[in-house]
């Protein structure tokens, strides 16, 4: 029986591999078995550790021959072992945290529950719901139940169940209702790790309705208390130099503080948070059009720090200021802004169309008729872009007044205007510019990159209390290998250069017994000499200077090119035979293997 289960675990794992390989409808069978493949595995390195700890180990004890070289062998493996299991020194995963939110476990048991008319279809092919929504959906008395709130990844996963009109109409339905109150979009729960996520600080009257909202049981009562608890920790930070221009607005001010150049916020701290501390707040100016006028005073106040500018440092400024951005563009924006993109129809739409009998269904819903800017409106931002004085706000204001904005268009301007780049930055770029072209003196770099580093410094300390500020849920999700981690170190400055070591003294020992071995006895041997030779000079900057002299029309008797020609022609067309023969032997062994004849791979052994 000891050689008769693995014999039969063998052959029957090998049978489901090869059906889910060319069956579609077992392909979860043999993902099934894949990871139990990988269960198998784990558990053979487990006990190949064990067994190196032993043999080594009984060595080092017994003082025998080479003792010495186990015990660095049972030192090194413990440390690698211990690095890469403790991921000691590696930052957490990005991608399985949650900055800037405070979570708490919670019951999926413990969610508002909301239902609509509707039942789960079955597939032919028995496959369950998706993951992201088994803890929180079932079918109850012709209803659909769901506990939580359902998001959009979940709704796309729903879609991808089935197809058909009806199914997508009741998520549809029930993604309307299985939502929290608008006072409470914030909230966030994810059933596949039972955590409960508010993002930010959370203010007496956001408890207050969250609490009222999901009730008053003494588990909920419990994470709702640790979530306020932790939405109100204090995070400080000793900063630096302080934009003058920086605001808190009074909305702010009970999670954001500023005393003694000591930065204090309260909770966690959001990405929109962080920008605005590290840009919106500080009222940098952005880059706004220069006129001609503005430039030479600003190439003159540049020129007033060191030399003027030389010829080719003067073209480059007019080449940067050129592309700057321009009224045209932003009026281009704005009218593309205007233009509508056809909506489409919802899935209950097309659900009932359907079951009125129509079966020529279209999706799209005409767009209405584009909103342009009239005359007047460009003649508004024409006027905006020359007046550095008004404000994107006045501008929105005047082209109201003016005429028909649509909310798009309002969306498109200030995303317009996030994208602009400070006057800082601006001048940074243009020192890198001037530089290239030429040379500047100390103050003139000073006068054109002081402000945009003074901006990048408040940025790397708010990013420090970004960091700092967030609980950090799963320590060990970073990458054991990460840069700086020990595990890296060791592989790095240890295991490297030991390796490169030695593949380079086999590379003398290669050449060596190449030396000898390649004897031009016959033909083949001949043949083979000659190869190794041009292959190994071709790589060789003497093999590409010995025949440099060859003209052009006859490079192909090149060295570097003969090491070309040979190595994709037929080296390629060897590999190739070699693989297919490797292919052959593996599938006829596997084969043994499958139906019992080769039985090596259990031992020596009698049955």
Request: charged share 20%; net charge negative.
């Amino acid at each position: 029986m000891k050689r008769t289960v693995p014999l039969l675990i063998t052959a029957i794992s090998g049978l489901i591999l090869i059906a889910a390989f060319f069956i579609p409808a077992t392909q979860s069978w043999g993902e099934r078995a894949a990871v139990w493949f990988d269960i198998l595995a784990s558990i053979a390195f487990i006990l190949g550790g064990g067994n190196l700890l032993k043999l080594h180990l009984k060595k080092v004890s017994d003082k025998g021959e080479g003792w010495g070289y186990s015990g660095i062998t049972v030192l090194a493996f413990i440390a690698t072992l211990l690095f890469g299991l403790t991921k000691f020194g590696s930052r957490p995963a990005p991608d399985a945290e949650s900055y800037g939110d405070s979570a708490v476990f919670f019951p999926v048991e413990e969610l508002p529950e909301y239902r609509v008319d509707g039942t789960i279809p079955i597939r032919p092919d028995h496959e369950p719901l998706p993951a992201s929504v088994r803890r929180q959906l079932r079918e109850e008395n012709g209803q659909l139940v769901f506990k939580g709130w359902l998001r959009r990844n979940q709704r796309s996963d729903l879609y991808s169940y089935d197809e058909t009109l009806a199914w997508k109409c009741a998520v549809d339905t029930l993604m309307q209702k299985a939502k929290p109150p608008e006072r409470l979009e914030m909230l966030d729960y994810r059933a596949d790790q039972h955590v409960l996520l508010v993002p930010g600080f959370i203010s007496s009257e956001v408890e207050s309705e969250i609490r009222s909202f999901l009730g008053d049981s003494p588990p909920v009562k419990q994470a709702i208390d640790q979530l306020v608890k932790r939405s109100r920790e204090p995070h400080s930070l000793m900063v630096g130099d302080v934009p003058q221009s920086l605001s808190i607005p009074e909305d702010a001010k009970d999670y954001v503080s500023l005393e003694n150049k000591v930065l204090m916020i309260k909770g966690p701290m959001t990405i929109g948070l962080r920008e605005s501390l590290a840009k919106d707040w500080c009222d940098f100016p952005i880059l706004r059009p220069l006129s001609q006028e503005a430039r030479l005073e600003f190439q003159a106040e540049l020129e007033s720090q060191g030399a003027p500018l030389s010829k080719a440092q003067q073209a480059a400024w007019d080449r940067l200021f050129t592309a700057q951005w321009n009224a045209s563009q932003l009026i281009s924006v704005i009218n593309t802004a205007g233009i509508e993109v056809p909506g489409e129809k919802t899935a209950c739409q097309l659900n009932d169309e359907f079951i009125a009998g129509e079966r020529f269904l279209d999706k799209e819903i005409p767009a209405s008729a584009p909103t342009k800017l009239n005359a007047k409106q460009e003649q508004v931002v024409q006027a905006f872009v020359e007046s550095p004085a008004q404000s994107f706000e006045e501008m929105i204001e005047n082209l109201s007044s003016a005429g028909e904005v649509s909310a798009g268009q309002q969306i498109a301007i200030d995303e317009f205007r996030q994208k602009l780049p400070t006057f800082a930055a601006f001048k940074k770029d243009l020192a890198f510019e001037l530089l290239r072209a030429g040379a500047l003196t100390r103050k003139q770099q000073a006068f054109l990159v002081t402000e945009a580093a003074e901006q990048f410094i408040w940025a790397q300390q708010i990013g420090r209390l970004f960091i700092a500020s967030h609980h950090v849920r799963y320590p060990w999700s970073g990458d054991y290998s990460e840069q700086g981690s020990p595990f890296w170190w060791t592989y790095e400055y240890i295991f490297q250069p030991l390796l490169t070591t030695t593949f380079a003294m086999l590379a003398f020992y290669v050449a060596s017994a190449a030396f000898r071995a390649f004897r031009a006895k016959n033909l083949e041997a001949t043949l083979l000499l000659g190869t190794a030779f041009i292959i190994l000079l071709g790589r060789t900057f003497a093999g590409a200077y010995l025949t440099g002299w060859i003209p052009d029309e006859f490079s192909a008797f090149k060295i570097d090119q003969l090491t070309i020609y040979i190595m994709s022609i037929f080296n390629t067309a060897g590999n190739r035979a070699i693989m297919i023969g490797i292919a052959l032997g593996i599938a006829s062994t596997s084969l043994k293997v499958l139906l019992g004849i080769d039985r090596s791979y259990l031992g020596s052994g009698d049955d």
